[in-house]
T-cell receptor, first 114, second 110 residues
Framework: DAGVIQSPRHEVTEMGQEVTLRCKPI?????LFWYRQTMMRGLELLIY????????DSGMPEDRFSAKMPNASFSTLKIQPSEPRDSAVYFC????????????FGPGTRLLVL | AQRVTQPEKLLSVFKGAPVELKCNYS??????LFWYVQYSRQRLQLLLR??SRESIKGFTADLNKGETSFHLKKPFAQEEDSAMYYC????????????FGAGTQVVVTP
């Protein structure tokens, strides 16, 4: 198994542009988490899904951020419009059923908004 | 509210010296505590969890409910221990949600 897959691995964009980050969880995992990592704030939970349903989006910073999980094998995190302060590493993680606390992380997407 | 505090952003130790990473938590119920590690150019991964009471790569962590702490310790640090370490708190009925601390960067010098 390749583990959690994220794309792209790196993204450079200009302020105001739309950014879409993608995640494919490990097959059979039923929970998916999106995190943002910065030097100042560490690892912040943005939103998480259970069985494709959003459970808690209280960590989403503002309306510019949205996330979807149309099926068990795919999720997106969208930022529209992007701003320089959105620059960070965005991680996706998934959890297998019955092991709710062991999260398996993807390699992350490094986003730079100019 | 749940909170995880890692007071040290950076910990620099010499090879062979003991290392201790501090973690304090705030939670009124029965907590689940974890340590995750991120080595350079690798994914964030689970290092250990308090419920397992095991030693991984020489690291141990004891949950002290009286002091609300879950410090990570290793008696003899190795260069390969250089990494970013995150303490994380989980709780019941949270659907697997974890609250992470800010992280501690450990640098082991020869």
């Amino acid at each position: 198994d390749a583990g959690v897959i994220q794309s792209p691995r790196h993204e450079v964009t200009e302020m105001g542009q739309e950014v879409t980050l993608r995640c494919k969880p490990i097959s059979g995992h039923n929970s998916l988490f999106w995190y943002r990592q910065t030097m100042m704030r560490g690892l912040e939970l943005l939103i998480y899904f259970n069985n494709n349903v959003p459970i808690d989006d209280s960590g989403m910073p503002e309306d510019r951020f949205s996330a979807k999980m149309p099926n068990a094998s795919f999720s997106t995190l969208k930022i529209q419009p992007s701003e320089p302060r959105d620059s960070a590493v965005y991680f996706c993680a998934s959890t297998p059923s019955g092991q709710q606390e062991t999260q398996y992380f993807g390699p992350g997407t490094r986003l730079l908004v100019l | 509210a749940q909170r995880v505090t890692q007071p040290e952003k950076l910990l620099s130790v010499f090879k062979g010296a003991p290392v201790e990473l501090k973690c304090n938590y705030s939670y009124s119920g029965s907590p689940e505590l974890f340590w995750y590690v991120q080595y350079s150019r690798q994914r964030l991964q689970l290092l250990l969890r308090h419920i397992s009471r095991e030693s991984i790569k020489g690291f141990t962590a004891d949950l002290n409910k009286g002091e609300t702490s879950f410090h990570l310790k290793k008696p003899f640090a190795q260069e390969e221990d250089s990494a970013m370490y995150y303490c994380a708190l989980g709780w019941t009925d949270s659907w697997g949600k974890l609250q992470f601390g800010a992280g501690t960067q450990v640098v082991v010098t020869p």
